[in-house]
């Protein structure tokens, strides 16, 4: 038995949580919930948006100032937990992020809603790190593998039920809705924190170091622009991009050098020691990579080869998201009853890298059976790492550096899927214009101009000859999209075979004292702090 940061004895070897322990996880979920719908909600409800505040040159900003600022404040977050206590943080990105989601909705240009947006986002970069770490502190590692399955569930609902939830708000309260929506659920979230969480409570006399946060939030946010506007804004080899490019290496190569000097280094370097650590936090980019390539680009495909309406591409995700769903349950109970997890980084990234390979197989004639077998293929794969690879990294630090190996975890992956639709999206247009200018010349580049804007509805208007080129070329750019996904999943398959599977802390009576990461046994101790 052990006393948990609640106050409340819960069994080692898996008894039941008490009920204030429960009713934390359910405000957790309900925090992670507000930041994981939030960008799915705002997507289906941006045309009315734009219809209404006008400046539809800056619309992408709405999304690329929260993403931005969410980036941008995450490791900030972790160390600051770390230092002064999880429980304040926590609650302080919470009020941040209803205090942002209130002034969106008020809005009353699209200057104001942009700025509004990363004030949100500002407060969302605490929310995915404090639920993460304090779960960390709440839970030994060995039980922690079903509440971070049951976290999965969390995301793949939000990414199946966000663009619905954001058309019906839309379309039945308006858009400002859409915001205010996370007010009444954050409170809930908040009351129930601040009545029944209880940690230890810190005070460190060290300052924060302001040096380091600023070096990395230049290096975040000249990496997160090139990426957004690489392609898009500006060519790649234009002057803008390459001074964003150069601008970034020298932030982050700076960051590297002053964390080492630093006094509290935002990121310190020591957890990187961790062979374990490292080797999640590849697998963890690589993950985000993939699994935001996939669920930008299969709706294209979806829409404008097999002919579905922009809701029901988002339904035909299911099979992905479901089978995410399942194995993310799965993979968490089982690691909870055995304290065995090495099998699921290894076949989970075997199963994205051969599902992606399936998916560049998809050409115009493919049926909607086959894309949602690969779709489970790669499902089953995702489901497998998506919280086994932060189970492990915590696993593999010290209790106090919780909140930077969560911040830092999650922060590579935001990274990754940045890379991801940036590196995958280049190609695939890349490849559509090619496509589109041998099949169906002059019309063909005509008709690439106004890609963005060809639903299922617009597709079937254009002459025969345009809509069979036009769909010959979102099947070429789908197949190396997922073709390039494949092979840089290949990575976090020689990641995952190199991960040493290191008794889980808290599993037992051994365990609790067993080393992080089998290399220094005195880094090893990760008791569950004494309650205040």
């Avoid at 922009?310 to 109970?333: D, I």
């Avoid at 989970?348 to 293929?377: I, P």
């Avoid at 890349?430 to 299922?456: F, I, N, P, Y």
């Amino acid at each position: 038995m052990s006393d948990t940061p609640t106050g409340r004895a819960v069994d080692a070897e898996g008894g039941k949580q008490p009920r204030s322990v429960r009713v934390v996880l359910l405000a957790l979920m309900i925090a992670m919930m507000l930041a994981m719908l939030d960008n799915m909600i705002i997507g289906t409800a941006m045309p009315t948006i734009v219809g209404e505040l006008g400046g539809l040159e800056h619309l992408s900003w709405v999304v690329t100032s929260y993403t931005l600022a969410t980036a941008a404040s995450t490791p900030l977050w972790g160390k600051i937990g770390d230092m002064y206590g999880r429980k304040g943080s926590f609650m302080t990105s919470i009020v941040i992020f209803l205090a942002g989601s209130a002034l969106s909705g008020m809005a009353q240009d699209m200057g104001q809603l942009i700025g509004f947006r990363a004030v949100q986002g500002l407060g969302a970069g605490g929310l995915m790190v404090g639920v993460m770490a304090i779960i960390g502190d709440l839970i030994p590692p060995r039980e922690r593998g079903k509440y971070q399955g049951m976290m999965a569930g969390v995301m793949a609902l939000a990414m199946i039920g966000g663009p619905l939830v954001g058309g019906t708000i839309t379309d039945h309260w308006g858009w400002r809705w859409a915001f205010y929506i996370n007010l009444p659920l954050g409170a809930v979230a908040l009351v129930a924190i601040s009545a029944v969480l209880h940690l230890p409570k810190k005070r460190s006399d060290a300052r924060i170091d302001y040096l380091g946060a600023a070096l990395l939030t230049v290096g975040i946010t000249a990496i997160v622009l090139v990426t957004t506007w690489g392609g898009t804004e500006y060519a790649w080899t234009s002057a803008r991009i390459m001074e964003l490019i150069g601008i970034g290496v020298a932030a982050l190569v700076g960051f590297v050098f002053w964390q080492t000097r630093a006094t509290e280094p935002i990121v310190p370097p020591h957890i990187f020691r961790s062979r374990n650590f490292t080797l999640m936090s590849l697998i963890g980019f690589v993950t985000g990579f993939v699994m935001f390539g996939a669920t930008l680009f299969l709706p294209l495909y979806q829409q404008a080869v097999q002919g579905a309406s922009a809701t029901n591409s988002g339904l035909l995700l299911l099979p992905m998201l479901g089978a995410m769903l399942v194995t993310s349950m799965v993979a968490g109970r089982v690691t909870t009853s055995t304290g065995r997890y090495k099998v699921f980084p290894v076949a989970g990234s075997a199963l994205m890298t051969v599902g992606l390979f399936l998916l560049s197989l998809m050409d115009t004639g493919t049926s909607r059976l086959t894309s949602g077998l690969y779709m489970a293929v790669v499902g089953l794969g995702m489901g497998c790492l998506m919280q086994i690879t932060m189970l492990v990294a915590q696993n593999s630090v010290e209790m106090k550096d919780m909140g930077v190996a969560s911040s830092s975890t999650t922060l590579l992956r935001t990274l990754g899927s940045s890379f991801g639709v940036a590196i995958m999206g280049a190609l695939f247009n890349h490849r559509v214009q090619d496509v589109m200018a041998e099949r169906a010349g002059a019309l063909g580049s005509k008709v690439t101009e106004q890609s963005a804007q060809l639903d299922a509805a617009r597709l079937a208007k254009l002459p025969d000859a345009a809509r069979e080129a036009y769909q010959h070329a979102v099947s070429s750019g789908t197949h190396g999209a997922f073709l390039l996904g494949s092979a840089v999943a290949v990575f976090a398959l020689v990641a995952a075979l190199f991960v040493k599977e290191v008794p889980l802390k808290g599993a037992g009576p051994k365990a609790a004292d067993a080393p992080a990461d089998g290399d220094d046994p005195a880094t090893a101790k990760a008791s569950v702090p004494e309650t205040v």
